[in-house]
Nanobody
């Protein structure tokens, strides 16, 4: 079964930066969109950012807009999440997900078929 594989998480001080990467465990994998979600301890999973891989259209949660950037080099390659000006409230396990099918709303976690195991991000104050 195809899974997404995340990397790049770690411990960083507030104000610092991290770059997460995500790619499928099996290639090639045609994807319509790839998204990042996060779940902090004791909280529900929330949407962070997503990108439609052919058009490059992006969407961001209000809490990260202007600080995080989602990108890809091409429609079949890895997807990156550049996280700048990190805050302690960004601490969470970050999950990558992908969908092979067209969806209107790429922010909804229920639209994604393939998920990763998550990579932890800890931002110290």
């Amino acid at each position: 079964q195809v899974q997404m594989v995340e990397s790049g998480g770690g411990l960083v001080q507030a104000g610092g930066s991290l770059r997460l990467s995500c790619e499928p465990s099996a290639r090639p994998l045609s994807r319509y969109a790839t998204g990042w979600f996060r779940q902090a301890p004791g909280k529900e999973r929330e949407f962070v950012a997503a990108i439609a891989l052919i058009s490059g259209h992006t969407s961001y949660a209000d809490s990260v807009r202007g600080r995080f950037t989602i990108s890809r080099d091409n429609a079949m390659g890895p997807v990156f999440l550049q996280m700048n000006s990190l805050k302690p409230e960004d601490t969470a396990v970050y999950y990558c997900a992908a969908t092979p099918s067209y969806v209107i709303d790429i922010t909804g976690g229920d639209k994604y078929d393939y998920w990763g195991q998550g990579t932890p991000v800890t931002v110290s104050s």
